[in-house]
C-alpha cells in the first residue's frame, strides 16, 4: 500500500478517500491544493501494467483522452508519475454512473433519456472528428455530473487511427458483450466510428426499456441474436423511438444509420439545447447560440500549457516512453515550441493559411481554424490551430484535426505547416533533444 506520505502528489494534489477499485487501478477523490477545487485521481500500478502487457493500452488511453476535450467527456488534467505510479488527474464527476438509473429495471421518460442520448451523440461525433473511437458505450462508462448533464469516461478500449490496419479496419475484439456491435464479433474487420453507433443504439433502448435489447444467458446465443438484430420493442416505446433504434440496431453496418443522420432524425432534435452540445464551425454558423460549457480565454494572454503535457506530447507519439522505457512508433509533429510571441505566431499562421487557401475564422486573439476549400477523401480538412504559454519567453502552438482524412492531416502538417513555420519554431514534436527526451518525469518518489 501506498505510503502516506506520498498522499500530497508533487505538492499539488491530495489525495483523499477511495471512491473506486479496478484491476490495475484505484481512484481517489482528490483536492487541487491551490484551489481547493475536487479532482478524480486514478492510481496505476506500473508493474502490474507491464506484467500483464497492459503498456500500450495506458498509451492509448492517455493519447484518446488528451484528444477528447468535450462538455460531455471527463476530462483529463494531467498526468503524473513516480517510479512505481502513474497518476490520472480527472475532472471529479459526482453524480454517479448513469447505469444507477436503470439498474434493476428501472427506466427512464423518454425525455430524459433523450437528452442523455443528444449529450452522448455529441461527444461520441466529437471523438469521430479527432479519430477516435471509444469501443466501449455502456451506462457503467457513463457518468453524471452535478448539473445532471452526461460525462463519458474509459477510454481504455478506445482506438487511435494508427491501429487501423492495411485495410482501413479495426480488427481487435474488445468491449462488453452485450453492448458489441455484430461486425466486431465477426472477426473480419470494423469500422471503429461505426461500431460506435450501434453500441449508442444499445444504450438508447437500455435507458427506455430498463433492460438489454440482447441477452441470454447463454453467450452464443446471445451472440446468434445480434448477429440477426433479432430483438423485441417493449409497448411503452413511441414509434419515433422505435423508428430510430431500427436504424442504430442495424445488423449491417454499410446499412447503419450515421451520426450526421441521427442528428437530422426528428425524434432526436426535439427539444434539443444547442447550448449544451458542443458544436462544429458549419453548426455554429447555423445558429446565432453562445457554446456554453466551452473555456473561455481572456484576450489579453494565451491560456497556460500544463508542463507535463509538452513533455509528454513532445515525447514520440505521446507514448509514455518516458515512464515504461518502452520507444513507441513516431507520429506526425502537430505541436511545436516557440520564442516568438503569441501575437505573431497567429499573424504567420493567418497569413500561411490564406496562402494554403483555406477560410479562417479566429475564435479568439489565440485560436485560428482553418478549412480547406476543397474536399478531400472525407470532406474537407479543418485544423484548429492554438498557441499556448509556457512561460515568458516561450510558447506552444498546438494543431489539431476538426474534421477531414487522418492520413490527409498528417501529409498537411509535414508538407505544408512545417515549411511555412520554420523560422518561428524552436523545437517540434518528437525531435531529438526536445523536452527532456531521456530524463524520468518524476514529482516525488516512492
Not at 491544493?33 to 495506458?58: L, P
Amino acid at each position: 500500500m501506498e505510503d502516506e506520505k506520498h498522499m500530497l502528489l508533487g505538492g499539488k494534489y491530495e489525495k483523499g478517500r477511495l471512491i473506486g477499485t479496478g484491476t490495475f487501478a484505484k481512484v481517489y477523490h482528490g483536492r487541487e491544493v491551490a484551489t481547493g477545487d475536487s479532482v478524480a485521481i486514478k492510481v496505476i500500478n506500473k508493474d502490474q501494467v507491464r506484467d500483464q502487457g497492459m503498456v500500450e493500452q495506458i498509451q492509448r488511453e492517455i493519447s484518446a483522452t488528451r484528444l477528447v476535450r468535450h462538455p460531455n467527456i471527463v476530462e483529463l488534467r494531467e498526468v503524473l508519475a513516480t517510479k512505481s505510479k502513474i497518476y490520472y488527474v480527472m475532472e471529479y464527476v459526482s453524480g454517479g454512473e448513469l447505469f444507477a438509473k436503470v439498474s434493476g429495471g428501472g427506466r427512464l421518460k423518454e425525455d430524459v433519456a433523450r437528452k442523455y442520448f443528444q449529450q452522448l451523440i455529441s461527444a461520441i461525433d466529437f471523438c469521430h472528428s479527432r479519430g477516435v473511437s471509444h469501443r466501449d458505450i455502456k451506462p457503467e462508462n457513463l457518468l453524471l455530473n452535478g448539473n445532471d448533464d452526461l460525462k463519458i469516461t474509459d477510454f481504455g478500449f478506445s482506438a487511435l487511427p494508427e491501429q487501423k490496419r492495411y485495410d482501413g479496419l479495426l480488427h481487435t475484439q474488445c468491449g462488453t458483450p452485450a453492448y458489441v456491435a455484430p461486425e466486431v464479433l465477426r472477426k473480419k474487420g470494423y469500422d471503429g466510428a461505426v461500431a460506435d453507433i450501434w453500441s449508442c443504439g444499445v444504450v438508447l433502448y437500455v435507458l427506455l426499456a430498463g433492460f438489454l435489447p440482447f441477452h441470454d444467458e447463454n453467450l452464443m446465443n446471445m451472440y446468434r441474436k445480434i448477429f440477426k438484430a433479432e430483438y423485441e420493442f417493449p409497448p411503452w416505446f413511441s414509434p419515433d423511438a422505435r423508428k430510430l433504434i431500427s436504424k442504430l440496431l442495424m445488423a449491417d453496418p454499410e446499412r447503419r444509420i450515421s451520426i450526421q443522420g441521427i442528428m437530422r432524425v426528428p425524434w432526436y432534435r426535439r427539444g434539443l439545447h444547442r447550448n449544451n452540445s458542443f458544436r462544429s464551425k458549419k453548426e455554429r454558423v447555423s445558429s446565432p447560440d453562445p457554446t456554453p460549457g466551452s473555456l473561455k480565454k481572456s484576450t489579453s494572454s494565451p491560456a497556460f500549457f500544463n508542463a507535463f503535457e509538452l513533455i509528454s506530447s513532445m515525447s514520440s507519439g505521446f507514448d509514455l516512453s518516458t515512464l515504461f522505457e518502452n520507444n513507441g512508433k513516431k507520429k506526425v509533429a502537430s505541436i511545436f515550441t516557440s520564442k516568438f510571441s503569441a501575437a505573431t505566431i497567429v499573424e504567420r499562421i493567418e497569413a500561411a493559411a490564406r496562402w494554403w487557401r483555406f477560410s479562417v475564422e479566429k475564435e479568439d486573439d489565440f485560436k485560428v481554424r482553418m478549412e480547406g476549400t476543397e474536399d478531400g477523401r472525407k470532406g474537407a480538412l479543418a485544423v484548429t490551430a492554438e498557441v499556448f504559454a509556457m512561460a515568458p519567453e516561450m510558447t506552444v502552438v498546438e494543431f489539431t484535426k476538426d474534421s477531414g482524412d487522418t492520413l490527409e492531416y498528417e501529409k498537411f502538417c509535414e508538407e505544408d505547416v512545417r515549411p511555412a513555420l520554420k523560422d518561428i519554431v524552436w523545437t517540434w514534436q518528437g525531435e531529438d533533444g526536445s523536452s527532456n527526451g531521456g530524463d524520468e518525469v518524476n514529482v516525488d518518489s516512492d
